[in-house]
């Protein structure tokens, strides 16, 4: 967050994150932490930066409840995926597969086919430009590269770039981050022609290998449509990670509070 340019303060053992904005005030976030801010806490961190927002996404619902007595409402937007698929790494390869859909495991055959090979990349700046050209042609336009450098400079040596290639063409690839317990599947990328040949299915598929070679308790797909925050454009590649199998999970909606920064 610091290196997209959010000022970072830790409250109650708590990272939160702000945002400057030149004559209004700022924009607080608090992003699904372990445990509550203090009443306290959150008045400090209000006189220091005078937020005409605060947002928090609750980690699980007693959190939801605290913040609502504390005058948050629920809302229906987010910063964060409000559902995901996690997929429990602690089952053999073999269940895995089992638990997937019939067509996944034949797409990951045909892949193989086709010539497709996954190889790994430390090369960020090919990569992102690579994930934005993709993007461009299926008509999105918001500039992400840099969030996608930041990301995975932040994470260092906890973080991977898959790559799916046929002979020397780069046709997919894929970002994974990582926790302690949990690898995390994000932004991911595919040309038209590596579509055509099942590369995103090798990739995701090699991607959870991937992670359960390092031992990972789980890997998180990194959000799937909700209808409680519709964003339609999602529900192609939901159907597509739905495919892999997993256990689906919803978080509380994010909650916001709004002020007068004066």
Request: with cysteine.
């Amino acid at each position: 967050m610091n290196l997209i340019g959010w000022q970072v303060d830790k409250i109650d053992g708590i990272y939160c994150y702000t945002k400057k904005i030149p004559i209004i005030g700022s924009v607080i976030k608090i992003q699904r932490a372990s445990k509550v801010i203090s009443k306290e806490g959150l008045n400090k961190l209000a006189k220091n930066n005078r937020p005409f927002l605060v947002s928090v996404e609750p980690l699980t619902n007693s959190q939801l409840a605290y913040y609502s007595k504390l005058g948050f409402k629920s809302s229906h937007s987010a910063s964060l995926p409000t559902k995901t698929i996690r997929v429990d790494l602690s089952e053999s390869g073999k269940h895995l597969l089992s638990h997937m859909h019939y067509k996944t495991r034949y797409n990951i055959k045909i892949a193989a086919k086709r010539g497709v090979v996954i190889i790994t990349s430390k090369d960020i700046l090919s990569y992102s430009d690579f994930w934005q050209k993709c993007a461009k042609n299926r008509g999105m336009y918001l500039p992400l590269k840099k969030e996608i450098q930041s990301i995975y400079k932040a994470f260092g040596n906890k973080s991977e770039i898959l790559l799916a290639s046929i002979g020397k063409e780069i046709v997919g690839g894929v970002l994974l981050v990582s926790t302690v317990k949990i690898a995390y599947y994000m932004y991911a990328a595919s040309t038209a022609f590596g579509k055509k040949v099942f590369a995103p299915t090798a990739l995701a598929w090699e991607a959870i290998e991937f992670a359960k070679r390092r031992k990972k308790t789980y890997f998180d797909f990194e959000g799937i449509y909700d209808a409680r925050v519709p964003i339609n454009t999602w529900k192609g590649f939901t159907r597509f990670k739905k495919s892999f199998g997993g256990v689906e999970m919803d978080f509380p909606l994010q909650m916001k509070k709004y002020s007068v920064p004066f």
